[in-house]
Every structure is written in C-alpha cells, then in structure tokens.
T-cell receptor
Framework: GAVVSQHPSRVICKSGTSVKIECRSLDFQATTMFWYRQFPKKSLMLMATSNEGSKATYEQGVEKDKFLINHASLTLSTLTVTSAHPEDSSFYIC?????????????FGSGTQLSVL | AQSVAQPEDQVNVAEGNPLTVKCTYSVSGNPYLFWYVQYPNRGLQFLLKYITGDNLVKGSYGFEAEFNKSQTSFHLKKPSALVSDSALYFCAVRDIGSGNTPLVFGKGTRLSVIA
C-alpha cells in the first residue's frame, strides 16, 4: 500500500522557536496532502489542504502566518509552526491520497507530537 | 456539509465477546465511509471502507462494518474481541461528489478489551 512518512515523530521546543514537520509520500506522487491536528481526547481537525506548486488552503480559524505550509514537490509537504507557544502543543498528522485512489482512503503519516515548553 | 457522529466516547468489552463501535454520518450526496484505528502516539491505520456494492464490508484484523443507508449508519463490528484491539477508533466520511477532498472524522471511540 501507499506509504507516507512523517518526521520528526516527537519534538520538544522552547516557546518562541519555530518547528518544521516534514511529510513525504514514499512510493507515489501526491498533488494534494492534508494536515490534521489532534488534541487530547479530541477528533482530528483538518488544518489545511496542501497543494503542490500553489498556496495551501486553510480551514476557518487556522492562522496562515502561524502554520506555514509549503508543498514544493509532488512528494514533500512541510508544516512550519512559527513562534510556537504552549497552546500549539498537539499531535500533528499529515495524509495523502494515492493517485490511483482519488476517491478512496487517505494514507497517514505516523504523526508528530509537538510539546512547547 | 459533511459530518460524522460517534456517540460513545468509550466502549468496554470482555475478550472473546463481540464488539460494536457506532457511527452515523451526514452528507449531501452519497457517502464514502471509512474506519481507521489509532494506537498510542501513532498515526492512523486504515481498517476498511465502503464505496459501493455490498453493504457488509470486511476489513483488516477481522473487523467488518455494515452500511445502512436508511439509518445513515456505518457501525464497526468484530465477532470476537482481542485485548490487542484496544485502541482509538475513528469513523470518517466523504461525499462522493466532492472531488479530491479530505475526510471528515468523528471524535473517536476508545475501545478497551478486558482479558
């Protein structure tokens, strides 16, 4: 099946620093990737849709300048949490849909646990 | 707008007993329905999906789900639960006519299987 790799799996940083999370599709090209955020005991909330070669589409309430998304190639999307604060601490998950499964399931990265001190 | 409801935060079941995790959905058109499982500090793993065809869908690890259009439900079931099935389960939906759009997830149900 399609594989999505997400790195790092866990990061601890000081308040005010920026953190970059990478999401790679290893065996397929993903023109679109999706970034989700998961709060403790909460569902997955879609943050943004990452489109290769163009600007990301953000969900209502998600700060574009806070969560920078870059989708520079067909296999890589990055999420940068800028000037992170403790309230940004969360589990971030990226996902993509393989081209031959445009109407099918998403494949997820293993997630990144961000802790901001 | 699409939405998913998982009415139970927690389901407890004894090992060897059948389990059911409930899910209802709302879409404007016809749905694609999915179940995912999440183990602690891990991403999501795909279990099964309903696109078209038979209403009873069989998936990974012995799980199955039944699509019921009249009740707009897609409950996850397993005839005999294992302790290793203990995890967080998410139901998700997409509208068939919505193009390459993300999934909308329910809030999740934590399944605990007791030995």
């Amino acid at each position: 099946g399609a594989v999505v790799s997400q790195h790092p799996s866990r990061v601890i940083c000081k308040s005010g620093t920026s953190v970059k999370i990478e999401c790679r599709s290893l065996d397929f090209q993903a023109t679109t990737m999706f970034w989700y955020r998961q709060f403790p005991k909460k569902s997955l909330m879609l943050m943004a849709t990452s489109n290769e070669g163009s600007k990301a589409t953000y969900e209502q309430g998600v700060e574009k300048d806070k969560f920078l998304i870059n989708h520079a190639s067909l296999t890589l999307s990055t999420l940068t949490v800028t000037s992170a604060h403790p309230e940004d601490s969360s589990f971030y998950i990226c996902s993509a849909r393989a081209p031959d499964r445009e109407r099918g399931e998403l494949f997820f990265g293993s997630g990144t646990q961000l802790s901001v001190l | 707008a699409q939405s998913v409801a998982q009415p139970e935060d927690q389901v407890n079941v004894a090992e060897g007993n059948p389990l059911t995790v409930k899910c209802t959905y709302s879409v404007s058109g016809n749905p694609y329905l999915f179940w995912y499982v999440q183990y602690p500090n891990r991403g999501l793993q795909f279990l099964l999906k309903y696109i078209t065809g038979d209403n009873l869908v069989k998936g990974s690890y012995g799980f199955e789900a039944e699509f019921n259009k009249s009740q707009t439900s897609f409950h996850l079931k397993k005839p005999s639960a294992l302790v290793s099935d203990s995890a967080l389960y998410f139901c998700a939906v997409r509208d068939i006519g919505s193009g390459n759009t993300p999934l909308v997830f329910g809030k999740g149900t934590r399944l605990s299987v007791i030995a």
